[in-house]
């Protein structure tokens, strides 16, 4: 049984996990994962270099089919990758437009809005391949939370930011929390999210080896 | 949103990236430019002898250069993992295809439009037929190239030897309307035979290819 597929029915955990495996020919990228993400909590993704971390995300997204087991996921997801998801040769604001019309999202104020909530000026006469590495990592969030998803996914936000920038982000998250998400975010950098994580889960080889429930 | 509203706003989207870099146009020009210019020099032909060969000379012309960009057709969606943006949203497969297939056949159309009054110059050429079939035959035959192109583009467009894989699929799904392309540009241009099997054989083609590519196009967007 293999499901990666929004389910509206599933609402007292936003994400159900049951005994997922992913193989890449015989390599074992995941092996027998099983978890629940409350809806509200903030679940950081802890682990060394393939380890699994991104793979499972991506399962989470549907973006990839587990070998064996299930996934269910309640509500709407917003995806952050590792990459920016972001069309270079686009503005910051034509780049949002984009995607919220893929969402049905009409109104131009809506997109303004969201690149001042991540504190990115929208009238910005400059390509997204122009912008510095946190601005990109702003709008990519930006991108991601658009159509107000139940259900964020975040794919080392952190990384290849300086300290404000990261210092930022995570106060994004921090107020994407008080407004009720589910938010999981793999990182190699776990003091950043220490004290915001409600959850938090280690992986290595494919397999949870830690998984611990309540701020650190 | 519906899907012919969506289908636009990747058009949009995909003539905006291409005004911004020309990648697509700057190639397909310059190929089918110099393709032309080489056969212009390999033969001498009279009048007549130009209006038999050229039909030929003029759709290979454009099948590789219409290779050589809808090879990138999928290039920028695959950077920076936009297309996984696109999938997350769950927004409608075919709005993607259809987009992006009736931009490819715009910069092919395009360049066609372009190169045809030098092919004419150096060919010599004035059709002897009808010129509202032979604009009809321009058409169907384009299209023909761009939506199995497209198709066989996204299929390649994660493998890693996607720049050979695209010919060895397109070229032998594309023969039947290569040969109506030629027949029916051949049987215009001299006047001495009737396209209309021709015609009705692309358009058929077109409308089968259509089809199917529409309904594999999903499963094609949600492979890993």
């Known amino acids: 049984m293999t499901t990666a597929t929004p389910n509206p029915t599933a609402v007292a955990s936003t994400v159900i996990l049951n005994h997922v495996s992913k193989f890449f020919g015989r390599f074992p990228a995941l092996l027998g994962i099983s978890s629940t993400f409350a809806q509200g909590e903030v679940c950081a993704l802890l682990g060394g270099n393939g380890s699994g971390k991104s793979t499972l995300l991506r399962i989470i997204a549907g973006l990839a089919r587990p070998s064996d087991g299930s996934v269910q996921v309640a509500g709407r997801i917003g995806y952050m990758a590792h990459s920016s998801m972001l069309y270079d ?9 984009y995607t ?9 104020e809506h997109c303004v809005k969201a690149m001042q909530d991540v504190g990115l000026d929208p009238e910005l006469p400059r390509l997204a391949r122009d912008y510095s590495q946190g601005m990109r990592q702003r709008l990519s969030l930006a991108r991601a939370i658009l159509h107000d998803p139940e259900l964020l996914l975040l794919d080392e936000p952190f990384s290849n930011v300086d300290t404000a920038s990261a210092a930022q982000m995570l106060t994004l998250v921090e107020q994407l929390k008080a407004r009720g998400k589910t938010i999981v975010v793999v990182t190699h ?3 950043l999210v220490r004290t915001l994580a409600d959850h938090s889960i280690v992986l290595a080889n ?6 611990k429930r309540g701020r650190a | 949103m519906s899907i012919l509203t969506l289908a636009l706003v990747n058009l949009r989207k995909d003539l905006r990236l291409e005004w911004r870099s020309r990648d697509t146009l700057n190639a397909l020009g310059f190929f089918a430019l110099l393709v032309v210019v080489i056969f212009s020099f390999s033969f001498d032909p009279n009048a007549e002898e130009s209006r038999r060969i ?5 759709w290979v012309s454009f099948v590789f250069a219409a290779l050589v960009a809808l090879n990138q057709a999928w290039a920028r969606e695959l950077r920076n993992q936009v297309l996984d943006a696109y999938r997350v949203s769950g927004a409608s497969p075919a709005a993607l295809f259809i987009g992006k297939a009736v931009g490819n056949f715009l910069f092919v159309a395009i360049i066609e439009a372009l190169v045809s009054p030098l092919f004419v110059i150096f060919y010599n050429l004035r059709a002897l037929g009808s010129s509202w079939l032979l604009a009809t035959v321009f058409l169907l035959g384009t299209w023909a190239l761009v939506i199995n192109g497209t198709f066989f583009a996204a299929l390649c467009a994660r493998t890693r030897s996607r720049e050979m894989m695209l010919p060895l699929l397109l070229l032998p799904i594309s023969l039947p309307a290569v040969l109506a392309m030629v027949e029916a540009t051949t049987a215009l241009l001299t006047g001495e035979a009737d396209p209309g099997m021709w015609i009705k054989l692309l358009a058929g083609y077109d409308i089968v290819f259509t089809t ?13």
């Open chain 2, 212 to 224: 199917a590519s529409l309904m594999l196009f999903e499963t094609v967007l949600h492979s890993e």
């Open chain 2, 54 to 58: 050229a039909g030929g000379i003029f």
């Open chain 1, 89 to 97: 040769e686009m503005s910051g604001i034509e780049n949002l437009e």
């Open chain 1, 100 to 108: 919220a019309a893929l969402y049905g999202i009409a109104a131009r």
């Open chain 1, 189 to 191: 950098q776990p003091e």
């Open chain 1, 206 to 211: 494919g397999r949870i080896v830690e998984e």
